[in-house]
């Protein structure tokens, strides 16, 4: 069972997503478009579960179905679209997870809108504090339910996208 832990932000994280983009480039080469760190572990001050999210770009998605033994090489499993049409996605660490990998081809709605929540928390403080209080709240609330914490986090993630897109438009 996944156990809900929330984490001050550890400056470690910029360092492991570092080293797992480099693994990464390696595994995809030129394919890689762009390789963005996102989630919470990517928002300094912002608390978070010690996952990181990992967006890379690639020109082809198709192409990257070709990499999945090469992906579990590194400990990586292959969840494929898993719930986000052209989406692949990739989990590290079985119930103890430290790592999500989610390729989009160039072009793709998702990445703007993972860059736009991301970006947004960056320049608001007081979003950013906002989101982190919930977070450490359903943690302790549903240490062993992470759905609950997940649908607890809903409606706050959903208001907060909805402005970071808007403010995005006027930042690209």
Do not use: C
């Not at 809900?4 to 990464?24: D, G, I, P, Y």
């Not at 192409?63 to 992906?71: A, K, R, S």
């Not at 160039?106 to 928390?121: P, S, W």
Request: charged share 30%.
């Amino acid at each position: 069972m996944r156990k809900v832990e929330v984490f001050s932000h550890n400056k470690n994280w910029k360092r492991m997503f570092s080293e797992e983009a480099r693994k990464l480039k390696t595994i995809f080469g030129n394919e890689i478009v762009h390789i963005y760190h996102i989630g919470s572990t990517s928002v300094p001050e912002l608390k978070a579960k010690p996952i990181i999210d990992i967006l890379p770009v690639v020109g082809n998605i198709h192409i990257v179905d070709n990499h999945n033994e090469e992906m579990k090489n590194i400990g990586y499993e292959s969840k494929g679209e898993n719930g986000i049409p052209g989406r692949r996605y990739f989990q590290k660490g079985g119930d103890k997870r430290t790592h999500h990998v989610h390729i989009y081809q160039l072009g793709n709605y998702e990445i703007k809108r993972h860059l736009a929540f991301r970006d947004y928390l960056l320049v608001h403080p007081e979003v950013k504090k906002r989101y982190g209080q919930l977070k450490g709240r359903l943690a302790v609330k549903f240490p062993n339910d992470v759905e609950s914490y997940i649908s607890g986090k809903e409606q706050l993630v959903k208001e907060i996208e909805a402005k970071a897109l808007e403010w995005y438009k006027g930042e690209e």
